[in-house]
């Protein structure tokens, strides 16, 4: 049994994903819906958004309290990215609008009982009342501006503390991390259990219906993907971004993709920058704060959703009502939920711009339901993907100002 282990650990983990992968597909479409195969996917999932808020909140505190005053550190610099990454991904998503406008067959779909923002200002409330929300509520709900907020404020608070105070917290870090990677190793079958899920469920029948709005949503995220993010980080590291974007895109959009969480997807990440090299002390917090407000993929969904409802009604869009829903949109996609569908009721918001009604919005919002299995599952590996590359991107920046040699 020890050597059984030790030659399916040699193997690499994308491979061994890639394999429960296509084992997943075959058992879905061959014997579906057999639960014991489809658990294997919620205890994966399960497991990571169980240790991920863990893992956040005393990666984030110990790395602050372990700060050494005037060392340097890169967080402009990657919220920056974050930022100017969202906000194109919307234009982006504007402009493949205008070339292939897509219509809308509105019905009296079924949606989620949860009720959309009424507007900017009711996201940013949320946004503050989740700062302030107690720590262990926090924790226990996953909420993620919450645990961030709160791991700030004892991390600078434990600054002055004893050398003995800070090891404990970085040993409680290091067992936490521990934790993660011995879930991590059970990617193969949690991502087996998904596909067979979705397989199951779904089948192939999903990437026809809705093909064209589908095709608009996912060119959109494979043009971020493949060649705004590229440039964004070539500016930044001046030299050749492909080998790095293609890195991130295999070791985070797979496991994202199929997760469709960022928040489940931050420990994958994380152990994605440690492979890279990268600073603890910058990585432990950017890429949690990435899951929450760096959300190309939601920029690229409310835009274009929104978009299909103003030419399925027939409504004229001016270049100047463009960039404002640009805005909008880039605004909104950083107060969605980091979970499963959590850009979708963002949509009603960017239809309030066109004096879109609510009811017809919400139908919007039952489509992107509808084609969720595809569209968010693609939103969420760009999310998740982009918060590592850019992290990686601004990191690599100071190396290069520092003289130091990159690589990856």
């Known amino acids: 049994m020890g050597s059984l282990l030790q030659k399916w650990n040699s193997i690499s983990l994308v ?44 990666l984030v505190m110990s790395s ?9 550190t890169n967080m402009g610099t990657v919220i920056a ?7 194109s991904a919307a234009v982006v998503a504007v402009i493949a609008s205008f070339m292939f406008p897509v219509t809308l067959t509105l019905t009296d779909i079924a949606t989620e009982a949860s009720a959309p923002p009424d507007g900017v200002g009711t ?10 929300q107690n720590p262990i509520a926090s924790l226990s709900t996953a909420n993620y501006i919450g645990i961030l907020a709160w791991a700030v404020v004892f991390g600078l608070a434990l600054k002055h503390s004893s ?102 997807n931050i420990p994958v990440n994380m152990t994605l920058c440690e492979s890279l090299g990268l600073d603890e002390d910058n990585y432990s917090v950017s890429i949690p704060l990435g899951a929450t407000i760096n959300m190309a993929g939601a920029a690229i969904t409310i835009t274009v959703m929104a978009l299909a409802a103003v030419n399925t009604l027939g409504y004229t869009v001016d270049i100047g009502t463009a960039v404002v829903l640009s805005v909008v949109a880039a605004v909104s996609a950083c107060g969605a939920s980091g979970v499963a569908g959590g850009s979708l009721l963002l949509i009603p918001l960017a239809c309030s711009l066109f004096g879109i009604s609510n009811d017809i919005a919400m139908q919007v919002v039952g489509v992107g339901f509808i084609i969720g299995v595809v569209q968010d599952s693609c939103e969420t590996g760009l999310n998740s993907s982009t918060d590592a590359l850019f992290t990686a991107a601004a990191e690599f920046r100071q190396w290069k100002k520092q003289g130091k040699p990159i690589k990856w």
């Open 15 to 58: 491979k061994r994903i890639l394999a429960g992968l296509v084992i997943g597909a075959i058992l879905g479409k061959a014997i579906p819906n057999i639960a014991v195969i489809a658990l294997l996917g919620d205890l994966f999932v399960g497991a990571l958004k169980g240790v991920a808020p863990i893992l956040v909140f005393f």
């Open 64 to 72: 602050l309290a372990q700060h050494k005053k005037g060392a340097k």
């Open 81 to 87: 990215l974050y930022l100017i990454g969202t906000f």
């Open 123 to 132: 996201v940013i409330k949320t946004l503050l009342l989740n700062v302030v």
């Open 163 to 264: 050398d003995h105070t800070k090891t404990m917290l970085g040993n409680f870090a290091d067992a936490v991390s521990q934790a993660v990677r011995w879930v991590i190793s059970f990617a193969p079958f949690g991502i087996l259990g998904l596909v067979y899920a979705t397989v199951s469920t779904s089948g192939l029948g999903i990437f026809t219906d809705y093909g064209k709005l589908l095709l608009v949503l996912v060119g959109c995220m494979a043009v971020v993907a493949l060649v705004v993010n590229p440039l964004i980080v070539f500016l930044n590291i001046k030299q050749n971004p492909y080998p790095l974007v293609f890195k991130c895109l295999k070791d985070s959009f797979i496991t994202a993709f199929f997760t469709r969480s960022s928040a489940a």
